[in-house]
C-alpha cells in the first residue's frame, strides 16, 4: 500500500463554520498561504454556494496559492456544483467536493427518501461534477454511523460513476477508534474496484476521539486525512492537524509520510487562533501553552540531565522556540540554577541557595515567575553582562 498520506485542510470550511470565528478575505488569504507553506495538500476553501462571501473566498484563495489543490465543497445538488465550479474558476488544481447523509437517520430525517434513491442522487452528482473537474471528492455525510454493507454499496457505486476520493466521515464523533478502522478496513476490503479512489478520514471530536479515529482510520488503509489546524470545527471541533502530523513523524513503525513542514505548526497555529479570536487550551497537545512546560521539580531535574527522560517531541521540531521549564513553587534548584545560567547569571552554591529561598517565598505568592523576577531575586538586572 502507498505510504503517502495527503493531509486535506477544512480549517476555512468546517472550522470557519464555528459561531464567532469568521474570516474576511483578506484574513482567509493570509490563512490560506500559511496552509501551502506548512505543506497541506489540500485547502477545502469554502461552500461557495453558501454565501457570496464564501463564494468570494474560494476566487481569491485560487488566485493566491500555487501548490495545494484547492476544494469547494457542494451538497449533491447540480446548481450547488455549478456554483462550486465557477468560484474555482481561478485554481491551479481544483477538486470539486460533493456528498449527501447516507445513516437511515438522515436518509428519513433529513432527505425523507430511501437507501436507493440516496445511491441514484450520490451518483448522478459525481458523475455532474466530473463534467467539470477531473478531481471529485464524494462525502458520505453521516458514514460513521451507517450501517458498512450500505456504505460499501454506496462507495462503490461513487467510485464507479468517477469519484477520486471517497470521504467517510464520522459526523457525529460517535464511532470507537476500533470500530472506525474497521469501517476503513471492510471498505477496503469489500468494494471492487477501491484500488481506483483514495479513502479519506473525516472525524469529529464529540466525545474526545477524532485523533485516534483518524489514526485508526490510516492504519487500516486510508491514505488522506481531513483535519483543521488547532482542531477547530464544529461543536467540540476536528481531528487536529497538527496531532496528526507528530504522531506520523514520531512513530516510525507506522511507515508512512506526509508533507508537513513541522517547524511551521506552532506559528501556523498562532496565527488561526488570533485572527479566529479563538484561544487555545493551555493543554492542548502540541500547540497548548503547557504541551513543553515541565514544572515539576522532579521532572525537571530529570529533563535537564536527559530531555529524553520527559518528552517524546522536541519542541523546535513543531516551531517551538521558549525554554520549556516553567518555574514554579515545585521546581528546584537545577532548574533555577538553569534559568539562571540561560539568562547570563553563574551563581557560587551559598548564593544560590539564598536565591532559592527567596524564589520558593515568591514562588508561593505568584503564580507565574517570569525572567525579571529572577533577576531581581539573584541581584542581577537584564541590562548587566555577568558572564
Ligand atoms: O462532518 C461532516 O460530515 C462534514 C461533511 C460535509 C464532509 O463536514
Ligand atoms: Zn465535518
Same mark, same amino acid.
Not at 470507537?176 to 468494494?191: C, M, Q
Not at 486525512?225 to 512513530?251: D, F
Given at each position: 500500500?502507498?505510504?503517502?498520506l495527503?493531509?486535506?485542510d477544512?480549517?476555512?470550511?468546517?472550522?470557519?463554520?464555528?459561531?464567532?470565528?469568521?474570516?474576511?478575505?483578506?484574513?482567509?488569504?493570509?490563512?490560506?498561504?500559511?496552509?501551502?507553506?506548512?505543506?497541506v495538500?489540500?485547502?477545502?476553501? *469554502?461552500?461557495?454556494?453558501s454565501?457570496?462571501?464564501?463564494?468570494?473566498?474560494?476566487?481569491?484563495?485560487s488566485?493566491?496559492?500555487?501548490?495545494?489543490?484547492?476544494?469547494?465543497?457542494?451538497?449533491?445538488?447540480?446548481?450547488?456544483?455549478?456554483?462550486?465550479?465557477?468560484?474555482?474558476?481561478?485554481?491551479?488544481h481544483?477538486?470539486?467536493?460533493?456528498?449527501?447523509?447516507?445513516?437511515?437517520?438522515?436518509?428519513?430525517?433529513?432527505?425523507?427518501?430511501?437507501?436507493?434513491?440516496?445511491?441514484?442522487?450520490?451518483?448522478?452528482?459525481?458523475?455532474?461534477?466530473?463534467?467539470?473537474?477531473?478531481?471529485v471528492?464524494?462525502?458520505?455525510?453521516?458514514?460513521?454511523?451507517?450501517?458498512?454493507?450500505?456504505?460499501?454499496?454506496?462507495?462503490?457505486?461513487?467510485?464507479?460513476?468517477?469519484?477520486?476520493?471517497?470521504?467517510?466521515?464520522?459526523t457525529?464523533?460517535?464511532?470507537?477508534?476500533?470500530?472506525?478502522?474497521?469501517?476503513?478496513?471492510?471498505?477496503?476490503?469489500?468494494?471492487?474496484g477501491?484500488?481506483?479512489?483514495?479513502?479519506?478520514?473525516?472525524?469529529?471530536?464529540?466525545? *474526545?476521539?477524532?485523533?485516534?479515529?483518524?489514526?485508526?482510520?490510516?492504519?487500516?488503509?486510508?491514505?488522506?486525512?481531513?483535519?483543521?489546524?488547532?482542531?477547530? *470545527?464544529?461543536?467540540?471541533?476536528?481531528?487536529?492537524?497538527?496531532?496528526?502530523?507528530?504522531?506520523?513523524?514520531?512513530?516510525?513503525?507506522?511507515?508512512?509520510?506526509?508533507?508537513?513542514?513541522?517547524?511551521?505548526?506552532?506559528?501556523?497555529?498562532?496565527?488561526?487562533?488570533?485572527?479566529?479570536?479563538?484561544?487555545?487550551?493551555?493543554?492542548?497537545?502540541?500547540?497548548?501553552?503547557n504541551?513543553?512546560?515541565?514544572?515539576?521539580?522532579?521532572?525537571?531535574?530529570?529533563?535537564?540531565?536527559?530531555?529524553?527522560?520527559?518528552?517524546?517531541?522536541?519542541?523546535?521540531?513543531?516551531?517551538?522556540?521558549?525554554?520549556?521549564?516553567?518555574?514554579?513553587?515545585?521546581?528546584?534548584?537545577?532548574?533555577?540554577?538553569?534559568?539562571?545560567?540561560?539568562?547570563?547569571?553563574?551563581?557560587?552554591?551559598?548564593?544560590?541557595?539564598?536565591?532559592?529561598?527567596?524564589?520558593?517565598?515568591?514562588?508561593?505568592?505568584k503564580?507565574?515567575?517570569?525572567?525579571?523576577?529572577?533577576?531581581?531575586?539573584? *541581584?542581577?538586572?537584564?541590562?548587566?553582562?555577568?558572564?
Open positions: 500500500m502507498d505510504n503517502r495527503f493531509i486535506f477544512t480549517t476555512l470550511r468546517d472550522g470557519e463554520q464555528v459561531p464567532g470565528c469568521q474570516l474576511n478575505t483578506v484574513e482567509k488569504i493570509q490563512v490560506a498561504k500559511a496552509l501551502e507553506a506548512l505543506g495538500d489540500v485547502i477545502e476553501a *469554502g461552500f461557495p454556494i454565501s457570496p462571501g464564501d463564494f468570494n473566498s474560494v476566487i481569491e484563495i488566485k493566491a496559492v500555487t501548490w495545494p489543490t484547492i476544494c469547494a465543497l457542494t451538497r449533491a445538488v447540480q446548481k450547488d456544483i455549478d456554483v462550486a465550479v465557477d468560484a474555482l474558476k481561478f485554481a491551479k481544483k477538486r470539486i467536493h460533493t456528498g449527501i447523509g447516507t445513516s437511515d437517520s438522515h436518509i428519513k430525517y433529513k432527505f425523507n427518501s430511501n437507501r436507493e434513491e440516496i445511491i441514484e442522487r450520490a451518483v448522478a452528482a459525481v458523475k455532474y461534477a466530473r463534467r467539470f473537474v477531473d478531481d471528492e464524494f462525502y458520505a455525510e453521516d458514514a460513521g454511523r451507517t450501517d458498512n454493507e450500505y456504505l460499501a454499496r454506496v462507495v462503490e457505486a461513487v467510485i464507479k460513476a468517477g469519484a477520486t476520493v471517497v470521504n467517510i466521515p464520522d457525529t464523533g460517535y464511532c470507537l477508534p476500533s470500530e472506525y478502522g474497521a469501517k476503513i478496513k471492510y471498505l477496503i476490503d469489500h468494494v471492487d477501491i484500488d481506483n479512489a483514495i479513502l479519506s478520514t473525516h472525524c469529529h471530536n464529540d466525545l *474526545g476521539m477524532a485523533t485516534a479515529n483518524t489514526i485508526a482510520g490510516v492504519l487500516n488503509g486510508a491514505r488522506q486525512v481531513e483535519v483543521t489546524i488547532n482542531g477547530i *470545527g464544529e461543536r467540540a471541533g476536528n481531528t487536529a492537524l497538527e496531532e496528526i502530523a507528530m504522531i506520523i513523524k514520531s512513530h516510525h513503525e507506522i511507515d508512512i509520510q506526509t508533507n508537513i513542514n513541522t517547524q511551521k505548526i506552532y506559528p501556523t497555529s498562532r496565527m488561526v487562533s488570533s485572527l479566529m479570536n479563538m484561544p487555545v487550551q493551555p493543554n492542548k497537545a502540541i500547540v497548548g501553552r504541551a513543553f512546560a515541565h514544572s515539576s521539580g522532579i521532572h525537571q531535574d530529570g529533563v535537564l540531565k536527559n530531555v529524553q527522560t520527559y518528552e517524546i517531541i522536541d519542541p523546535h521540531d513543531v516551531g517551538i522556540d521558549d525554554n520549556s521549564i516553567v518555574l514554579t513553587a515545585r521546581s528546584g534548584r537545577a532548574a533555577l540554577k538553569n534559568r539562571l545560567s540561560i539568562l547570563g547569571v553563574d551563581l557560587e552554591q551559598e548564593k544560590l541557595d539564598k536565591v532559592y529561598d527567596e524564589f520558593l517565598k515568591l514562588a508561593d505568592k503564580k507565574d515567575i517570569n525572567d525579571d523576577d529572577i533577576l531581581v531575586l539573584a *541581584g542581577a538586572d537584564r541590562s548587566q553582562n555577568h558572564r
